[in-house]
């Protein structure tokens, strides 16, 4: 399995765009780059996922250059709502078990 | 509709009890996942099943722990003889078993606190 390297944390001010980039060196030709978001005391919650180039939906964008070997989580214009831990994942398929790393822990400051 | 279900929400235990932590997967969906997560951690895998079968229990971390799904919906993990070290917030999460579709479906956990 890819092993992902990402911040540890990260602080923003509301109204800012958060990018939170995360290395994936060794992820493979079948992998896919997924983005979860934990709030405290709640499980995770599927953010968005990518292959390649870019990818947008109602929360987040994600960026994957063509060497595939990092990607960047985008949030744009932050609330204090968007303070969470931040997972970044490289999945074979849609039923394998997922490997978290620690995350990046966002904190947005008013 | 109804999410990820687990209960109980929160258990403390002695240490050399067992205990029982139940999960209510979203209905369709046929693949179940168990994690743990110790306080400031990342999600641990436990065991995954496909249906009833358990294709990978490669994350259990002793004999002292076991899991069981029957009719393709609720499990249980258990947890024999609990330590001290089995303290942790236990997740289970559930996924449809066909398609590119990589989003889990996570429950709100149960903490456990082993004293």
């Known amino acids: 399995l890819a092993k992902t390297t990402q911040p540890i944390s990260m602080d923003s001010y509301e109204g800012q765009e958060v990018n939170i980039t995360c290395s994936h060196n060794?992820?493979?030709?079948?992998?896919?780059i997924t983005w979860y978001q934990q709030f405290p005391s709640q499980g995770p919650r599927f953010i968005i996922q990518g292959y390649k180039t870019k990818v947008t939906n109602e929360v987040a964008s994600l960026f994957i250059p063509a060497d595939r070997k990092s990607s960047t989580l985008s949030l744009p214009r932050v609330s204090l709502s968007d303070t969470a831990v931040y997972y970044c994942l490289v999945v074979l398929s849609g039923n394998t078990p997922l490997v978290f790393g620690k995350g990046t822990r966002l904190s947005v400051i008013a | 509709g109804a999410g990820v279900s687990q209960s109980p929400s929160n258990k403390v235990t002695e240490k050399g009890k067992d205990v029982e932590l139940r999960c209510d997967p979203i209905?369709?969906?046929?693949?179940l996942y168990w994690y743990r997560q110790r306080l400031g951690q990342g999600l641990e895998f436990l065991i995954y099943f496909q249906g009833n079968s358990a294709p990978d229990k490669s994350g259990l971390p002793s004999d002292r722990f076991s899991a069981e799904r029957t009719g393709e919906s609720v499990s249980t993990l258990t947890i024999q003889r609990t330590q001290q070290e089995d303290s942790a917030v236990y997740l289970c999460?559930?996924?449809?078993?066909?398609?590119?579709?990589?989003?889990?479906?996570f429950g709100p956990g149960t903490r456990l606190t082993v004293t």
């Open positions: 209905s369709g969906h046929t693949a």
């Open positions: 060794n992820i493979a030709t079948n992998d896919y």
């Open positions: 999460a559930s996924s449809l078993s066909s398609g590119k579709v990589y989003e889990q479906y």
